[in-house]
């Protein structure tokens, strides 16, 4: 009889690289590094006293993946665009190594948090913005929702993926600190020294009701209840399982004003009803646990299972 070994995951993103390791839902040894900056860091950061009793490693990463292995593009870590990362951590380490996209192991990992839920869209709502479909066990597509066109004028902001408009252009936490940032200038406040990111002063502001944190917070709600509009109009989802930082701040202060905005922009306002919120900061132990779970069972699924 085989004893069942754990798999290495690391998960990778625009706040850094963290690993792991799991055996089924268990997550031990978590370990995380935020000044990864050349793909033979990151090699570093994963073989640096790696265990010889594993069943091989798993990457969840944001970006474009071909056959689990190379990044074709990685709007938030481009060190690693074309980058065959699999192939390049199995010659470092002589272990299997598969890579897949971290939205489609965070997907995979929400599914274990709400089995229940067979029909779900996943999505992050951190520096940027990544989605997944489930649906009875499996992820529909590897569709990139983040790159959604929301904002067609002239001015619309210049996403990292290098087109304009994108929904993560409007809506993730890189263009979000940047529009602060801005206001202060314009309004004359300071922000304070030890807010590690421009943001984290904005959500307080909200709560005071400042003029400028409201006005912000108000086109945050707008394109967020458009670009949730869009997907529902498309497929009439039951539910959606919510991640990231920037997400936990601005949907337990807001998700009223999003869905009333949603109920006007979408055929039939009772399907805004239809779609239910959960989330994974009310269930999760540690940072990226639903992606670090995702990323060992699509590993077990391409190299174990029968």
């Given at each position: 009889?085989?004893?069942?070994?754990?798999?290495?995951?690391?998960?990778?993103g625009g706040s850094g690289f963290r690993k792991a390791l799991v055996l089924g839902t268990q997550i031990w040894d978590l370990q995380e590094s935020t000044g990864i900056e050349r793909a033979d860091q990151l090699l570093d950061f994963v073989s640096d006293n790696l265990?010889?009793?594993?069943?091989?490693?798993?990457?969840?990463?944001?970006?474009?993946?071909?056959?689990h292995n190379k990044?074709?593009?990685?709007?938030?870590?481009s060190f690693l665009d074309g980058v065959s990362l699999g192939k390049e951590t199995r010659n470092r380490t002589k272990k299997k190594t598969t890579v897949c996209n971290d939205m489609e192991a965070a997907t995979i990992g929400m599914s274990t948090f709400f089995p229940r839920l067979k029909y779900f869209m996943g999505i992050t709502w951190s520096s940027g913005i990544?989605?997944?479909?489930?649906?009875?066990?499996?992820?529909?597509?590897?569709?990139?929702?983040?790159?959604m066109n929301i904002d067609s004028s002239p001015s619309a902001s210049l996403c990292e993926c290098g087109l304009r408009g994108c929904a993560e252009a409007r809506l993730g936490g890189k263009n979000?600190?940047?529009?602060?940032?801005?206001?202060?200038?314009?309004?004359?406040?300071?922000?304070?020294?030890?807010?590690?990111?421009?943001?984290?002063?904005?959500?307080?502001?909200?709560?005071?009701?400042?003029?400028?944190?409201?006005?912000?917070?108000?086109?945050?709600?707008?394109?967020?209840?458009?670009?949730?509009?869009?997907?529902?109009?498309?497929?009439?989802?039951?539910?959606?399982?919510?991640?990231g930082a920037l997400g936990q701040q601005i949907l337990t202060r807001a998700e009223g004003m999003i869905r009333e905005k949603m109920k006007t922009m979408i055929i039939d306002p009772a399907w805004e009803e239809d779609m239910k919120f959960y989330d994974v900061w009310h269930i999760e132990t540690c940072k990226d646990a639903d992606a670090l779970i995702g990323a060992a069972e699509i590993f077990r699924n391409l190299f174990i299972s029968t």
């Open positions: 009889m085989t004893t069942e070994k754990p798999i290495l995951s690391v998960d990778g265990l010889p009793d594993i069943d091989g490693i798993s990457f969840a990463v944001a970006g474009v993946i071909e056959d990044i074709i593009v990685s709007p938030n870590i990544g989605l997944r479909i489930f649906k009875d066990g499996e992820i529909l597509s590897d569709s990139e929702g983040g790159h979000l600190q940047r529009a602060v940032i801005y206001t202060s200038e314009i309004y004359g406040f300071k922000i304070p020294e030890e807010c590690k990111y421009p943001s984290m002063y904005l959500h307080p502001c909200f709560d005071k009701k400042e003029r400028w944190a409201v006005d912000i917070y108000d086109d945050l709600c707008s394109n967020m209840a458009r670009f949730l509009a869009n997907i529902q109009s498309l497929l009439h989802l039951p539910a959606v399982v919510w991640k």
